[in-house]
């Protein structure tokens, strides 16, 4: 579909804006007509916002979370219990961890996983570093927190006979019945970890 | 839900991204964690594509088009036939409508439909210009081409009555099958006025 918009600017930002994932040329007309409609206030505030979250942030040269210096406010909290780390897939699952508020702990992002069919090796993936920083920092305890897809537990057996030698607990989230959820509609192979991990009632419901 | 984003340059970008139109803030994040990942100079273009998209993009004085100058590229098109004007919504639907290369004349946006739900008022539109223009520039034809809804046709009659004292043509777009639906599918009222407006079959396939 060519269309012709009559300007080269509306043009030029309809292109750029379809380059975002997930916003085709329809949406991305849609979105440049919003912001013609708004004040120009709107739109600077926009675009710079934009140029200078790519401009000034970096990534932690810890735990590669993204940063606005060279060690993230993560790493550099001295509140946080710096003998844990948590092994995640992306900046993204740092944030979704960090909104439970159950990890006291620190992070590293490994920037993907394992995927022979999207190329991702072990050697493009911060498993390295992550190796480094468990001999270097004395860990008590990796955490892997990463989805439980093929992919994502091929990189956990990775990472765990890589750490297998060290002298460092290797935990994983506990996989069961998501809250919430009715039991008829969880599927078998989660049902059936669920009753192999099963736990203790009064440990998840303490009497008072 | 509020999450921490351990950088307000992120969180800037993000609230400013879920600011636009189905955009909301799990979106922006996905955005402008994707634009974190890409060169600095492609977050530099997209930026710089919407400011100067808004600061430099004016409406054409005659046919309130979009435009980067007074009068737009086809008001000024001296090929294009300046005594049938074709009334729109809005500037999407001259995209759209250009498309279809079918219409040779000019247009005219109205900036919206009258719709007293949302607070529209025909005052709130460019109702006035348009009677303006049809006296002034001398124009034989007038097509209506607003959407086939309630608000569309309330504004579809309002336009009627007003140049209705004027020696000017008023047309609107054809309403009937879509190409390409089944018949079966076809709403009785669409249906209903296909067979009213039905059209010689040699008029719409010519023998050659």
Known sequence: MIQSFNS????????????LPGIGRKTALRLALHILRRDESEATALGESIINMRRNICYCSRCHNIS????????NDSRRDATTVCVVENVKDVITIESTHQHPGLYHVLGGVISPLD????????IESLVKRVSEENLQEVILALSPTIEGDTTNFYIYRKLADLPVRVTMLARGLS????????D????????????????????K
Do not use: M, W
Request: hydrophobic content about 30%; overall charge negative.
């Open 119 to 126: 190329g991702v090796s072990p050697s493009d993936l911060e």
């Open 8 to 19: 080269s600017l509306l043009e030029n930002a309809v292109n750029e804006l379809s380059k």
């Open 179 to 186: 809250i919430g959820n009715e039991l008829e509609y969880t």
């Open 68 to 75: 606005e210096h060279e060690i993230c406010p993560i790493c």
């Open 188 to 207: 078998e192979l989660t049902l059936g970890k669920s009753i192999q991990n099963r736990v203790l009632f009064s440990d998840t419901f303490p009497k």
